[in-house]
């Protein structure tokens, strides 16, 4: 259902990421041409859509993402993701228990972010799809995100859970996602890299880990 590959260049923003010359779905198109391999909405933080507002947007997103047949993952909101038919969610470990996310969503990939031995074994156990590990660096895309753990518990995981489907997320560039992917993360998730790039096919390129 979800294949580690399609981790490989994980696209998460929301619209209040996109502050620059281009609309959100413009930044979204774009960074689909460019060849990101899966997309999450995240809509969080001042300003962010509600509603029918946060519906609508939504559906476009989606309607993109079908056109490049690239998953389309909602952040948090089951009940969002039940309406429209997404092909996943993702939840933290203050959202919805695994339990009932798959209860409610049991054809959807579902992702759990860990930070500790015992989430990781919970989210596996439980019948997670993948796991979101982070933040390896510091990071100003996220008000309550924890402090940056580096590569450490990462390396860990990927040593202790074989093939199982890691992506990484926090403050990851063109710059040090080789380092990410060479720590085990079969993926690399970013906002402001892409969000904030005037070339996304060559930053897509980096984040793959391939030369610019
Ligand atoms: N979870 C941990 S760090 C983070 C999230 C959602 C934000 C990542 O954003 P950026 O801009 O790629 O550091
Ligand atoms: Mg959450």
Known sequence: MLKA????????????NCK????PLQVLEDALQAGITIFQLREKG????????????ARQCQSLCR????PFIVNDDIDLALKLGADGVHVGQEDEALLEV???????IIGVSVHTEQEMQQAVAGGANYVGIGPIYATSSK??????AGV?????MRQQYGNFPIVAIGGITGENAAIVKQAGADGVAVISELCQSNDRKRTVRLLCGAEG
């Open 143 to 148: 008000e309550d995100a924890r402090p940056a």
């Open 102 to 108: 798959k209860q409610k969503l049991p054809h959807a």
């Open 5 to 16: 590959e399609q981790l490989a260049v994980y696209f998460v923003m929301g619209s209040i």
């Open 67 to 70: 056109q490049y047949s690239v």
């Open 152 to 156: 450490g518990f990462l390396q860990s």
């Open 20 to 23: 620059g010359m281009q609309t």
């Open 46 to 57: 001042k300003g962010a859509l509600q509603g029918a507002e946060l519906e609508q947007f």
